[in-house]
């Protein structure tokens, strides 16, 4: 029986995101979801898998109408997703992570753990998995820890399974590793398979549909044998016609602006793989490319929570090894996390609180901290970037704009030279992305070099001077102009060269 969405449709706040979507999971087959960012991937996905429920249309198992109202619901129905962030417990067994939430139990009442213990290495056996039962997940590697997952789906009678980007953080021979593992557990379990990628080629090697999204609708749809990678990056990349440049550049000519303030030669981590570019104070350099292509790495590990392990990197024409975040907080970094739940602030703590962490010593008198002087200078800061709601309270329960505005708030109570922006308006309302863009450029009109990440190409044209493109760990240093790109352009360049 097939898995089957009829004529989807979802808004939020007014604003319609999928336009009467058609999709189709076969038993035994990989299906390909694709399309840049923001097409509507995820929100489908979603929908599919219980999160979301739809505005319209019909979910359907073969003849059967079915309505999820929750992941748990999903599952009930056989169907699972796993996502790019893994959802097992690393200082927990396999076997424990296997059977959690559904212990087995003895008469007596105590857990079977022999039981347990065996059926996981059974598991393991018949997926041809090569680690044990007894290994602690944080010991395994990181595809060993993406293959639980899926079998621990299996193992709770999946039938249908989404993976979401399950490649992004391997290199080709695990990617690789992995691909082929699904595609023989889908043969050979009739299991249907949603996968959802960027790495076009990887994804070209295993499936037997794909479809393209933009705008929320499907712009294309072919089976294995009809399939034409070329089509594919035309369906993407969209119409090079269809954007008007923005209105509001700068005019900014980078050789009026001096020597560069960032510097980066060559460099190599464990992710990135020879990234070279310079940037300038005064400039707004926007940094483009695909899940995984390094563009967060690079903003790690320029503020110290990466390793270097070759390369040069030059910060105010002097020499810059970046070791810790308070390392790079003394050199002159900013830096704001995409994660803002996840990295970003403490929830418990007030916004004040959150907005004055890293300079708390500015306020600091005969040994103490006056807060009462740090809370005046953060209520100035935050009145000023229109920041609302109650900034005495803790700070998870502003609205995700508001958020944000409190951890650019930080950045700017550094008066740092050099501010690393990632993903700087996600998860925002309209009207905060507008304050936040003006911040933006406030920021580099005072001199300090921003570096922007963003996955919006047309946020990224919009809001940048300048931009580059990363494409797996890779940086060549070539910038372009915002006002001479389009979002196509942008894709373009990212999607014909992702693969290594």
């Known amino acids: 029986m097939n898995y089957v969405a009829k004529q989807i449709k979802i808004g939020f706040s007014g604003v319609q995101v999928l336009h009467g979507v058609d999709f189709s999971v076969k038993p035994g087959e990989i299906h390909a979801l694709l399309g840049h960012n923001g097409a509507g991937k995820s929100t489908l996905l979603k929908i599919l898998a219980g999160v979301n429920m739809p505005d319209n249309g019909e979910l359907m198992i073969g003849a059967t109408p079915v309505r999820l109202a ?24 396999v076997w424990q992570n296997l059977f959690l939430g559904r212990e087995r139990r003895k008469r007596n009442g105590f857990t079977d753990d022999v039981s347990m213990i065996a059926h996981t290495e059974k598991v393991l056996s018949d997926y041809h998995l090569d680690f044990s039962a007894t290994d602690l ?4 590697s990181h595809p060993d820890k993406q293959m639980l997952e899926v079998v621990s789906n299996l193992d709770r009678d999946a039938r249908f399974l989404f993976l979401d980007e399950p490649t992004t953080a391997l290199e080709g021979a695990q990617a690789d590793a992995l691909l082929q593992a699904v595609q023989r557990i889908a043969r050979e379990k009739q299991i249907g398979v949603v996968l959802v990628s960027h790495k076009l080629d990887e994804v070209l090697g295993v499936c037997d549909e794909a479809t393209v999204m933009c705008s929320g609708r499907v712009i294309y749809n072919e089976v294995k044998k009809t399939l034409s990678k070329s089509a594919i990056i035309d369906a993407i990349v969209g119409n090079a016609n ?4 923005p209105s509001n550049s700068r005019g900014l000519i980078r050789g009026a602006l ?26 707004i350099l926007g940094v483009y490319g695909l899940a995984g292509a390094g563009r967060t790495r690079l903003c790690q590990t320029l503020f110290g929570l990466e390793t270097v392990t070759g390369g040069e990197i030059r910060v ?8 810790s975040p308070v390392k790079a907080i003394s050199r002159g970094i900013a830096y704001l996390t995409e994660e803002r739940k996840k990295d970003g602030f403490i929830p418990q703590m007030s916004s004040y609180a959150n907005a004055t962490l890293p300079v708390l010593k500015k306020f600091r ?32 329960a502003l609205s995700g704009g ?39 450029h406030q920021l580099a009109d005072k001199g300090c070099c921003v570096i922007v990440v963003s996955s919006e190409e047309e946020e990224l044209l919009d809001v940048a001077d300048n931009i580059t493109v990363f494409r797996h760990g890779k940086c060549d240093g070539v910038i372009v102009p915002a006002k001479e790109l389009k979002p196509a352009d942008l894709r373009k360049a990212a999607w014909e060269h992702a693969e290594p």
Request: contains cysteine; glycine residues 10%; proline residues 4%.
């Open 70 to 93: 929750s992941p748990r619901d999903a599952l009930s129905h056989g169907i699972a997703c796993v996502y790019q962030e893994l959802r097992l417990i690393p200082g927990m067994s």
């Open 137 to 140: 997940v944080r010991d395994l």
């Open 242 to 245: 269809a954007y008007q440049a």
């Open 258 to 283: 001096g020597k560069p303030w960032l510097s980066v030669n060559n460099l190599h981590t464990d992710r990135l793989k020879g990234v070279n570019l310079e940037a300038y104070r005064g400039e």
């Open 316 to 323: 105010g024409h002097r020499e810059y090894h970046p070791s």
């Open 365 to 396: 008198s005969g040994g103490f901290v006056s807060h009462g002087a740090a809370r005046q200078a953060a209520s100035e800061l935050l009145g000023k970037m229109n920041t609302r709601g109650s900034l005495d309270g803790p700070i998870k």
């Open 402 to 440: 508001n958020q944000q505005k409190v951890l650019l708030a930080r950045v700017i109570a550094q008066n740092a030279d050099l501010v690393l922006l990632d993903e700087p308006t996600k998860g925002v309302d309209i009207g905060a992305k507008a304050d936040i863009y003006r911040i933006i």
